[in-house]
């Protein structure tokens, strides 16, 4: 279920400094609070599987400076809650003097069942660099160690290597200085009388916070990029709590400022230690460009925004002409991939066609908003689409839509015309009643990225029910297995599933995850 991206070292960038100057002026401030050490805890394991992992408390933090670690001794601090930023800890030895370096080695994990895993071991296809390790030789004690580098954790595992048989190290203060582009007490939370729904949300709210740093991050482990799918759900999310407008502004700018040469725009940027475009492009990514001015010129409506960047959405739907035949029919291209989701177990053809459809609908909002005579264009490319969809990709006996040239019935080619309003709402109604009779329950996927996406479509076709019971059986799954924060990929009925080969170096904080938060205030609360 691997998911391969190309490698196009040859493109060459634009690089706009009007608009990187403009990304700048949005650059958030971060908020900084100190997070302490709550608790020392032990790994209990019926196996290594994630939903057998858990912890159990074994003294209180107070305990830890009394006490002595030497060779071998091992201890794991729990903070109680996810954390973002900075890890300190001060450290003494009591006995004779030094008469050897401290050597120690700290683990930092998001979730219990990472310390199942030995780094070494690790031989997946992402990098194990990502992996939250650090081994340290300190010379002399006292001393308060201050790591430079930020984390993204709950646990942190304090294994020592050695000391000397003549003195032993005392670890006291465990600090984090946690950081985001937002403080989660200056927003009026939603009133959710559900005890599930609202701890499904707070979740999803502790998710979006740790992801929103100098841009939308992707997950603050890795890769801590800036994202155009993530960014898209990350804003709607946004818009229905922190509503910190300014952060989605300057990602904008950001993946407008750096275009390729042809007017493409990267699937993701670097932003640290300077502003880089990746050489990874998307069908679906480029074309939620569009979505993401959308939507935020629906939610706040900003006419500089809207000049500055409209031609630049433009020229993403100019563009994919070469990807739509004359007939309204989208065609695939390897070198463009259409993401939906990690799994490459289903056709997307049906889906980049919904998206195609979605997309322009947003474009032809915002030409009329900026009074771009291309309208009359744009509506007619959207009506060969639809009647080719209509005509071509919509079985009628069966009444679901279906994919490729083996005609497969899928569910995101139902979830993605369902969004896309290809049909009327009776029979939007009829598509999603019998994909959830005939395709749940859901196989194949792996990511909350496509959950969101069912999800939505359940409640736009008028099924909050089973919205619901879906947003309970999934999401409400990572909360009952012990997240504070949402993953990058799960599948229920698999939850070590990992992408990479091994979940050791799983996000377990991702931006595209959080969106209960959205679909709780629009369609719910």
Not at 207 to 224: A, I
Not at 318 to 343: A, L, R
Not at 480 to 490: Q, R
Not at 494 to 500: A, E, K, T, V
Request: with cysteine.
């Amino acid at each position: 279920m691997a998911f391969k991206f190309q490698v196009h070292s040859d493109i060459e960038f634009n690089h706009n400094r009007d608009f990187l100057e403009k990304a700048d002026k949005y650059k958030p401030e971060l908020h900084q609070k100190i997070v302490n050490g709550k608790r020392l805890v032990e790994i209990v394991n019926d196996s290594t599987k994630l939903e057998n992992t858990g912890v159990k408390k074994v003294a209180d933090i107070s305990n830890l400076k009394n006490m002595g670690m030497t060779r071998d001794d091992k201890i794991i601090i729990d903070f109680g809650q996810h954390c973002v930023g900075k890890f300190s800890i001060h450290i003494e030895h009591e006995g004779s003097p030094m008469d050897a370096p401290l050597a120690f080695k700290l683990k930092f994990a998001e979730m219990p069942n990472e310390f199942n895993y030995k780094s070494e071991d690790y031989h997946g296809w992402l990098s194990k660099s990502w992996i939250q390790e650090e081994m340290i030789h300190v010379d002399k004690l006292s001393v308060d160690l201050k790591l430079p580098r930020r984390y993204s954790f709950r646990y942190v595992e304090i294994s020592v290597i050695d000391t000397s048989p003549k003195w032993k190290a005392y670890f006291s203060n465990p600090q984090v200085l946690t950081q985001s582009a937002v403080d989660t007490e200056k927003f009026k939370q939603l009133e959710i009388q559900d005890p599930e729904l609202k701890k499904i949300y707070q979740v999803g709210l502790n998710t979006l916070h740790d992801c929103m740093q100098d841009v939308f991050e992707d997950g603050p482990k890795r890769d801590r990029r800036l994202w155009l799918g993530d960014l898209r759900l990350q804003a709607l999310a946004n818009y229905a709590s922190f509503d910190n407008t300014d952060l989605v502004k300057r990602c904008l700018y950001l993946f407008g400022a750096m275009t390729t040469k042809d007017g493409r725009i990267s699937a993701n940027v670097f932003t640290s230690p300077n502003y880089v475009p990746d050489d990874t492009f998307m069908y679906d990514y480029s074309l939620f460009f569009i979505s993401t001015l959308y939507d935020l010129e629906k939610h706040e409506y900003d006419a500089e925004i809207l000049k500055d960047l409209y031609p630049v959405a433009k020229k993403q739907w100019k563009y994919m002409q070469q990807f739509i035949k004359s007939n309204g029919e989208v065609i695939s291209d390897e070198d463009y991939v259409t993401f939906v989701d990690w799994s490459t177990e289903f056709d997307k053809t049906t889906s980049a066609q919904a998206i195609t459809i979605y997309a322009l609908k947003q474009l032809i909002e915002l030409a009329r908003m900026i009074k771009d005579s291309d309208v009359s264009e744009f509506e007619e490319q959207l009506s060969k689409l639809v009647e080719y969809a209509k005509n071509n990709l919509f079985d009628s006996n069966k009444q679901l839509f279906v994919s490729g040239k083996d005609k497969e019935i899928n569910i995101a080619s139902q979830v993605w015309m369902i969004l896309a309003h290809v049909m009327d709402d009776e029979t939007n109604h009829t598509i999603m009643t019998k994909t959830v009779k005939e395709l749940f329950p859901i196989k194949g996927i792996a990511t909350p990225y496509m959950y969101h996406h069912v999800d939505q479509a359940l409640f736009e076709a008028g099924m909050q029910d089973e919205a619901i019971e879906l947003m309970k059986a999934y999401w409400g799954k990572m909360v009952n297995l012990g997240a504070d924060t949402y993953w990058e990929a799960f599948e229920p009925e698999n939850p070590d599933y990992s992408p990479y080969g091994s979940p050791i170096v799983n996000s377990f904080c991702h931006a595209w995850s959080c969106t209960p938060i959205w679909l709780l205030k629009k369609f719910v609360a």
